[in-house]
C-alpha cells in the first residue's frame, strides 16, 4: 500500500511521450517526449513558430496529436495504436480535461457579462457550482486577484492588466491542477506584467498549482519559472534552472536567442 502511495506520489503532472503533430503535411513536434513534476511553474520560450503554443493547445485538446500519449497524473488522454491516436470518448476525457485550464493572450472574457458573471458563468455551465455557489466562489477570486470592487462592472471598463486578473480567477474558478498561459503579459505595461507575476505566485503559494506558461518577455520567464524550456523546431534544446539557462546556455540556438556569443563545437 505504502508503495502504491509513493509511485502515485512520483507522477509527473504533465507527461507528453513521443508525441508527434503536422499541420498540413508539415512537422511542428516530432517524437516531443517531456515530464512536468507537480507544482512545477515553467516557461516555454522560443523562435515564433517552433511549437510552444501547440503545446498548450495540444494539453487543452483544441489540437489533436497525430501519434505518442499526453498522460495527466497518469491517466492518459489517447487511446487507439501509437501511430494512429484518437482522443478518448468525451465522457471518458471530461474528467481528465476539467483538471486543465487556460489563459489566453487576449484575455477571451465574455465582453455583455459583467466581472462576476464571467468568473461564474463557467462554473454553472460545467455543472460544477449552483449559481449562487458559483458567485460566491467569484467574490472570493476577485477579492483574492485584488479586484473585490469590480465585481459589476463589464469588461470594457476594466484596464488590460485588470482584465487579466479576472481571466485568471476566471480559470481558477473552475480548480484546475495545471493552468496554461499563453503570453500573458504581451498586451500589458510594465508595472502591470509585475502585478500578474505577483498574482502567479502567490496563486502558485496558495494553490501548488503546476503552471505552463508561454512568452517572449525573457524577464518574467526568469522571474516567475522554476524551470525554462528553450524550443526550436519543436524540439527542447535547453531544459534547466533560469539561472542556467539564461547566464549558460549549453545550446547555440538559445544561446544566438539570448544574445549570448556563440560556441565553437
Ligand atoms: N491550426 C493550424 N493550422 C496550420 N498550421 C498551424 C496551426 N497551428 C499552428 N500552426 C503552425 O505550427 C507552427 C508552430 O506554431 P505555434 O503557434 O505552436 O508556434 P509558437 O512557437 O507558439 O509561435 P509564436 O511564438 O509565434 O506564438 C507554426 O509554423 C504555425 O504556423
Redesign the pocket.
Known amino acids: 500500500m505504502i508503495i502504491m502511495e509513493q509511485i502515485a506520489a512520483s507522477r509527473p503532472m504533465i507527461q507528453i511521450s513521443d508525441v508527434s503533430?503536422a499541420?498540413?503535411g508539415?512537422s511542428?513536434l516530432d517524437g516531443l517526449n517531456l515530464e512536468i513534476p507537480i507544482g512545477q511553474k515553467v516557461a516555454?520560450l522560443?523562435?515564433?513558430?517552433?511549437?510552444?503554443?501547440?503545446?498548450?493547445?495540444l494539453l487543452m485538446t483544441l489540437?489533436t496529436i497525430d501519434a505518442g500519449q499526453v498522460r495527466i497524473e497518469g491517466v492518459p488522454m489517447y487511446e487507439g495504436a501509437p501511430d494512429t491516436r484518437r482522443l478518448l470518448p468525451e465522457g471518458q476525457l471530461r474528467a481528465v480535461r476539467s483538471r486543465i485550464g487556460m489563459v489566453f493572450q487576449h484575455f477571451g472574457l465574455f465582453p455583455h457579462l459583467n466581472v462576476l458573471n464571467n468568473i461564474a458563468l463557467p462554473q454553472i455551465l460545467n455543472g460544477q457550482a449552483g449559481k449562487t455557489e458559483a458567485e460566491n466562489r467569484a467574490h472570493e477570486l476577485l477579492q483574492m486577484v485584488g479586484l473585490g470592487e469590480k465585481a459589476y462592472l463589464l469588461p470594457d471598463q476594466l484596464s488590460g492588466g485588470q482584465k487579466q486578473r479576472v481571466a485568471i480567477a476566471r480559470a481558477l474558478a473552475l480548480q484546475p491542477d495545471i493552468l496554461l498561459f499563453?503570453?500573458p503579459t504581451s498586451a500589458l505595461d510594465p508595472q502591470r506584467v509585475s502585478e500578474v507575476l505577483d498574482l502567479l505566485n502567490m496563486i502558485c503559494r496558495k494553490t501548488g498549482t503546476t503552471m505552463l506558461l508561454?512568452t517572449?518577455e525573457m524577464e518574467f520567464a526568469r522571474q516567475f519559472a522554476d524551470r525554462i524550456l528553450f524550443?526550436d523546431h519543436?524540439q527542447i534544446v535547453e531544459d534547466g534552472a533560469p539561472d542556467v539557462v539564461f547566464t549558460n546556455p549549453k545550446d547555440n540556438r538559445t544561446r544566438a536567442f539570448l544574445g549570448l556569443p556563440v560556441i565553437d563545437v
Open positions: 503533430k499541420f498540413n508539415i511542428v516555454l522560443g523562435p515564433s513558430g517552433s511549437g510552444k503554443t501547440t503545446i498548450l493547445r489540437e499563453d503570453e508561454v517572449h524550443f519543436g
